[in-house]
């Protein structure tokens, strides 16, 4: 079974700061992991994968195998990252599997 | 192009009642899934589409089905609903059917059951 835990529901931060949003996972295989953002009233969409080893607005993500984490960091952040962020991974079963969420506020 | 769309925006139905979903994805996109998501939850996967067929199935019961047309839109039906069947309906749709390919998500539809 493939299983994604987000552990915090809830993060505030103040702008400047660093953040770190955790994720681990479960798979038995090599599973591809993401993170998708929601910010208010708009539409869930792809922030970063891992197999792309991109930084999006300032985000980065390592994929730790032997912990089976995927953090998501920032070393600053910014009030227009307030958003839910979900971490996500697919396998060769190709059924995308998301976590609970965390809600990230960033205050000023 | 305006993304992916879905229809209706809301619904409101009955316990025992059926309801369609509808989802129009990215022009050129040929994979569909579908997610339930309910309040404060993720989304929860219910069924993928590629080419037409089901490539994909969450844990979901037999009251949910869905189908794609030749024009890739799709379907999601959900018969004798429940209770519990109140939420957040998902569609994204993708090029391919890969893990790498990134997921576009339409605005959802609330259904309601009452």
């Known amino acids: ?8 529901k809830l993060l505030s931060v103040f702008k400047g700061a660093p953040v770190e949003l955790k994720c ?10 993401f993170w998708y953002v929601q910010y208010s009233r708009q539409r869930l969409q792809l922030l970063l994968r891992h197999i792309s080893r991109e930084s999006i607005k300032g985000f980065t993500a390592d994929l730790n195998k032997g912990e089976t984490s995927f953090h998501l960091k920032k ?15 697919t396998g060769s079963n190709y059924k995308l599997t998301f976590g609970k969420g965390t809600l990230l506020t960033v205050n000023p | 192009d305006a993304g ?12 025992g009642q059926q309801v369609t979903l509808r989802c129009s994805p ?18 929860q996967f219910i ?4 080419e037409k067929e089901e490539r994909g ?13 030749p024009n890739y839109s799709s379907e999601l039906n959900v018969n004798a609903l429940l209770l519990g069947d109140s939420a957040l309906y998902l569609c994204a749709s993708s090029l391919r059917r890969s893990s790498y390919n990134e997921q576009f ?4 539809t609330r259904l309601t059951v009452l």
């Open chain 1, 75 to 89: 070393p600053f952040a910014q009030e227009e990252d307030s958003a839910m962020y979900y971490c996500a991974l």
């Open chain 2, 105 to 108: 998500f339409g605005p959802g």
């Open chain 2, 4 to 15: 992916v769309t879905q229809s209706p925006t809301h619904l409101i139905k009955t316990r």
């Open chain 1, 1 to 8: 079974a493939q299983r994604v835990t987000q552990p915090e």
């Open chain 1, 24 to 33: 681990n996972y479960s798979y038995s295989g090599s599973p591809e992991l």
């Open chain 2, 47 to 50: 069924f993928q589409y590629y």
């Open chain 2, 57 to 69: 199935r969450g844990n979901f019961p037999d009251r949910f089905s869905a189908r794609q047309f």
């Open chain 2, 26 to 43: 990215i022009s050129g996109h040929k994979s569909v899934s579908w997610y339930q998501q309910v309040l404060g939850q993720g989304p």
